[in-house]
């Protein structure tokens, strides 16, 4: 292994361990006052802190497992965590009862998929990631944390940290598009933001990477489905945001549902021992998603929930969520001598330190009681959801500056989402209060004046309304503009929302056509959790917005960027394709041996379609401004370098149109040849930028010797001496270039 990969070990175990493992004093004696507990426990005892149970009016997030009396399960120390559990009362009630009526009195630890806000919900974390504002995803995901402690809540199931190129999949709304440099950076910011450096502050709470691993990647983008793809790959593009989140600190990892090599996660010893504890160096403690235990009976590698339990505890997994396969069989296979005490006892200690880290031997109460009644919808608050928000909206088309609106027009606002409370929000919503949510009708009411705005809704998301089209057309006719809410709606987001069309559906369409022909300028607003084929809308729309299921301030936030009192910034971070038979497409693919060398090259014996352009309708980090950005002057600074030394680069960006806006600066490097085929270009660098109108700046970025670094056909993460072509520009398309090289 070379000297650069041991570094990089030695340096993500040596932070890791600082944060969660047994050389900080306090660690030291928090391990001790756990090590006292264990000696009085029985292994039963044990085994119950291994497992996690659902409440009795617990959101039910997975298939319903067998009728379980918790209570009685906590009486008896047989439930250590429990998730689902919605208000702080309930949570107060089920640790009553551990507290006072089990023989030991040891607190459980709450858990809750708080995945892109609490109360006040931020959109959903795909929209989220189009901001590109790492600063206002971390405080997100700190506010999230601190509603969530009001509410009794001690750990989210977040970040979800997987890596996708499949637009078919639902999950990928919850994820942060499908480049591994952006994922990391924002899926370290979220484990600060949850965690802040300090467990004992109650308003932070333990955060979750998830799904390990490669959850991503299911076949045919259907949820749950098989995940099959070299470890190279795996570690190359899947891998970077897990590893990231844990040498940030990340308390906890979710085991996911997918085999991967041909074993469930849940019960992959390569996946959960020797990659995540022993090269990564986590020391926190292992969840499994929601009844993956047992599910290796139907994976077909468990006869029965016996040999699954044996499975996971092999893995080193800590802790069983919902079926209850730890607590059935525990027992009998230690026993049976097929798992040892030992183990027991390693996992058991993990999770009893993480709950003395939160304090909750001291204050069990300290999460919840009336908590939330101070700390939730805090004004400030909901402005970052509202400044989130309009940063996470993607506008994609603009013809003849149909936006920003002048703020005279007579506007009609139309379609499914105009003015429905209920879909402002995505997926993930466990928490979320309807009534607190603004609609874009009131929003853009409250901005243009009541008179203003006029909204029919036209037809459902997937059906007709009698009527509903006239209404529409008649609307539009009486207005200067049409402001078309199309898309999906929750439903269609998240868990087990797998499509084979990306397309609107058709009763939408039908509206879109006839609003056509009234010849008014339509803005269609895209309410997605994943990108579509908008091929139809885009014909005939004047402009396309993409606002994402943009949560609480969703009204509000669509009012600032349509009325240009903020000027849209979000880019892409997901590949919106021309059509679904290009999927999987992802910039950062890789060359082949046939590329095609151009749009126009048409040599028949390249990697192309016949009928079909390789390129996406819109690239990842695709995005419009009312403004315009010109690139001019890169200099690379350091045209040669030794091996483990960094490159500078920098250029001129200048706002070259007639408003201030801000620019996501990005950076793109190609390693011309390597040990292993590499992508044409990957993201490795990237800087929000406001200017002014007329206002340049040159910025400099630094390529440091791990952004160079791949894992190589030496089986390790290493940088490679040879020639590097990067570029500067406004997307992954940009073409403002230069070259350097690394000496021997
Ligand atoms: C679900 C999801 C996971 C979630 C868990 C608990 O099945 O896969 O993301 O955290 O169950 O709700």
């Known amino acids: 292994m070379r000297l650069i990969t041991k570094l990089l070990i030695v340096a993500a175990l040596c932070s890791t361990l600082t944060v969660f493992g047994s050389t900080s004093d306090a660690d030291k004696a928090i391990y001790k006052r756990v090590d006292a507990l264990m000696k009085k426990m029985t292994l039963q005892e044990k085994i119950g802190q291994l497992q996690q149970l659902t409440g009795r009016k617990s959101e039910i997030t997975g298939p319903a497992g067998e009728k379980m009396n918790t209570a009685e399960f906590i009486r008896r120390g047989l439930c250590g965590?429990?998730?689902?559990?919605?208000?702080?009362?309930?949570?107060?009630?089920?640790?009553?009862?551990?507290?006072?009526?089990?023989?030991?009195?040891?607190?459980?630890?709450?858990?809750?998929?708080?995945?892109?806000?609490?109360?006040?919900?931020?959109?959903?974390?795909?929209?989220?990631?189009?901001?590109?504002?790492?600063?206002?995803?971390?405080?997100?995901?700190?506010?999230?944390?601190?509603?969530?402690?009001?509410?009794?809540?001690?750990?989210t199931f977040s970040p979800m940290c997987d890596i996708s190129t499949e637009p078919r999949w639902g999950r990928v709304s919850e994820g942060s598009g499908e480049d591994p440099y952006l994922g990391a950076k924002i899926a370290e910011a979220m484990v600060r933001g949850y965690q802040g450096d300090d467990l004992s502050d109650p308003n932070t709470i333990l955060a979750c990477v998830k799904h390990f691993a490669a959850y991503g990647a299911p076949q045919a983008g259907r949820d749950y489905h098989t995940v099959d793809m070299s470890r190279r790959m795996f570690r190359d593009r899947y891998l970077p945001p897990y590893r990231a989140a844990i040498k940030a600190g990340a308390a906890t990892i979710m085991t996911s549902f997918n085999d991967f090599e041909g074993v469930p996660a849940t019960g992959n010893k390569w996946l959960m021992r020797d990659l995540l504890r022993d090269e990564l160096g986590f020391t926190g403690f292992i969840v499994t998603d929601w009844g993956a235990t047992d599910e290796m009976r139907n994976h077909g590698v468990a006869a029965n929930g016996k040999e699954a339990a044996k499975l996971a505890f092999d893995a080193h997994v800590n802790m069983n969520m919902v079926d209850a396969d730890y607590i059935k069989y525990g027992e009998e296979l230690v026993k049976e001598k097929q798992v040892s005490v030992k183990t027991i006892d390693l996992l058991c200690r993990e999770v009893l330190a993480m709950k003395f880290r939160l304090g909750l031997f001291d204050e069990p109460h300290r999460y919840g009681g009336d908590r939330y009644k101070s700390e939730t919808y805090l004004p400030e608050n909901l402005e970052v959801a509202r400044d989130v928000a309009r940063k996470s909206m993607v506008l994609l088309e603009n013809h003849n500056a149909t936006l920003p609106l002048k703020g005279s027009e007579r506007i009609a606002l139309i379609g499914p989402f105009a003015n429905n409370r209920k879909e402002m929000s995505g997926a993930w919503i466990g928490f979320c209060e309807h009534n607190r949510s603004t609609t874009y009708l009131e929003g853009l009411q409250a901005r243009f004046g009541k008179d203003n705005v006029v909204c029919v809704e036209g037809c459902k998301p997937f059906s007709a309304i009698e009527g509903g089209i006239a209404e529409a057309v008649a609307a539009a006719q009486n207005a200067d503009v049409v402001l078309l809410t199309m898309g999906l709606p929750n439903s269609c987001s998240g868990e087990a929302t797998s499509l084979t069309s990306i397309e609107v559906p058709q009763a939408q369409r039908d509206l879109l056509d006839a609003l056509d022909n009234t010849g008014k300028p339509i803005v269609v607003l895209l309410v997605t959790g994943r990108p579509m084929d908008v091929g139809y809308e885009v014909e005939r729309a004047d402009a396309l917005l993409v606002t994402w299921h943009a949560g609480t301030m969703a009204g509000p936030a669509l009012a600032d960027v349509v009325s240009g009192d903020f000027n849209p910034a979000g880019r892409l971070t997901m590949t919106f394709p021309l059509n679904i038979g290009q999927v999987p497409i992802h910039y950062n693919m890789k060359r082949t041996g046939r590329p095609r060398r151009s749009l126009e090259h048409t040599q028949k014996y390249t990697s192309r379609y016949m009928f079909t352009p390789n390129e996406p309708r819109y690239a990842f980090g695709y995005g419009l401004s009312y403004t315009t950005f010109d690139y001019s002057d890169l200099r690379v600074l350091t045209p040669e370098v030794a091996m483990g030394e960094s490159v500078r680069v920098s250029v001129k960006v200048r706002n070259s149109g007639k408003c201030d806006g801000t620019e996501v600066v990005q950076l793109y490097l190609r390693d011309d040849v390597a040990s292993t085929t590499r992508p044409m270009r990957e993201l490795k660098g990237f800087e929000r930028v406001e200017l002014r109108a007329g206002e340049e700046r040159r910025i400099e970025f630094e390529i440091t010797p791990e952004d160079m670094s791949f894992w190589t056909i030496n089986e390790e993460f290493a940088q490679e001496p040879g020639s590097f072509h990067v570029w500067v520009g406004h997307d992954s398309n940009a073409t403002l270039g230069g070259e350097f090289a690394v000496r021997k």
């Open 81 to 155: 965590s429990m998730l689902g559990v919605k208000t702080a009362k309930d949570v107060a009630y089920y640790q009553n009862i551990a507290l006072n009526e089990s023989r030991l009195g040891i607190p459980i630890l709450f858990g809750y998929d708080i995945i892109h806000g609490c109360r006040i919900i931020f959109p959903e974390n795909l929209g989220i990631s189009s901001s590109w504002d790492i600063a206002a995803i971390e405080k997100s995901a700190q506010i999230a944390a601190r509603e969530a402690a009001s509410m009794g809540i001690a750990w």
